[in-house]
């Protein structure tokens, strides 16, 4: 297999995506497109075919998904065509392009009742639409692609773009003096920078270079462990937001979708394999607070 050379990531203009673009720079050894839905549809696998006939690529990372988890619920054909039968699709072009696919996935193919760190070969038990369809999704490239892809489960995904936790509290912080989260669901933080970085760690590595690499699912997250309550109070603290945040239980905010409780995720297998060095979930908090409140300044 040639040396990689041309990228073709998804979901351009998400979280990941745009961590992506601010770290393509570094990377001047490979050329990368980034696409999003104005390039191709990803829920229509004719508009995914028609555009890779036109182009070809080396590596394909897909960062895109539909992630709407309550939505998904009553969703469900487009968060499958989107989570599922497009990553089948994207494979299918991978294999006839030769190129390596790195595909990301999320902890709610889990169903969040063990007291351990998840480690990837656990048992899988999705307990919503989202987590079926993106479970689907693994299913379906591990099948199109025993050889070269990895993926890549991750959780409570934030960063200084798009719509997510951290810029949501900061939002309610500054016009409510209380708010009520949750504590009884329990996770760790995942700054996108930190995983685009990670991601890109590991295709300069020497071991994802190799030819007829077996596709393996690897977890990753920011170290350490907290509930959203504490991720909310951290980021008041962090932020110097004046704000009185009071736990609440799962049961007492009622969602069309389930969550899983626990999702801790053990990194042990990412660490080892790509000598990665994880950053602590407070560390990278305090740096997304601080580019967010550059930008306000």
């Known amino acids: 297999m040639p040396k990689l050379k041309k990228i073709l990531l998804t979901g351009a203009a998400g979280q990941l995506g745009q961590s992506f673009q601010q770290l393509?720079?570094?990377y001047p050894q490979y050329a990368f497109t980034f696409a999003d839905?104005?390039?191709?549809?990803?829920?229509?696998?004719?508009?995914?075919?028609?555009?890779?006939?036109?182009h070809t690529f080396d590596l394909i990372i897909n960062c895109a998904a539909y992630t709407a988890v309550d939505?998904?619920?009553?969703?469900?054909e487009l968060a499958d065509a989107i989570n599922h039968v497009a990553v089948q699709k994207l494979a299918q072009i991978a294999v006839q392009q030769q190129a390596k696919f790195v595909h990301i996935s999320t902890d709610y193919v889990?169903?969040?009742?063990?007291h351990r760190p998840y480690v990837e070969t656990d048992e899988v038990a999705p307990r919503s639409v989202y987590g079926d369809t993106?479970?689907?999704?693994?299913?379906?490239?591990?099948?199109?692609?025993?050889?070269?892809?990895?993926?890549?489960r991750t959780s409570w995904v934030y960063s200084p773009f798009a719509n997510n936790f951290v810029k949501t509290m900061l939002k309610l912080g500054e016009q409510r003096d209380n708010l009520t989260v949750i504590f009884d669901q329990v996770g760790t933080p995942t700054y996108a920078p930190d995983l685009a970085e990670a991601i890109m760690h590991i295709v300069v590595s020497d071991t994802f270079k190799q030819p007829?690499?077996?596709?393996e699912i690897y977890h990753y997250s920011n170290e350490g462990v907290c509930s959203w309550y504490d991720f909310a109070t951290t980021i008041f603290e962090l932020s110097g937001t004046v704000c009185t945040v009071s736990p609440i239980e799962t049961k007492d905010y009622p969602t069309p979708a389930t969550r899983p409780a626990y999702s801790l995720l053990n990194k042990a297998k990412i660490k080892q394999q790509?000598?990665?060095?994880?950053?602590?979930?407070?560390?990278?908090l305090r740096r997304c607070i601080s580019v967010l409140q550059e930008k306000i300044s």
């Open 274 to 284: 790509f000598e990665l060095t994880i950053p602590y979930w407070k560390d990278s």
């Open 134 to 152: 993106k479970l689907a999704g693994e299913q379906a490239l591990l099948q199109t692609m025993p050889l070269n892809a990895l993926i890549i």
């Open 212 to 215: 007829d690499l077996s596709t």
């Open 24 to 26: 393509a720079e570094q």
């Open 110 to 114: 889990f169903n969040g009742v063990q």
């Open 37 to 54: 839905r104005n390039d191709f549809d990803l829920s229509e696998t004719a508009s995914i075919e028609a555009y890779c006939q036109q």
């Open 71 to 76: 939505q998904a619920e009553s969703d469900a």
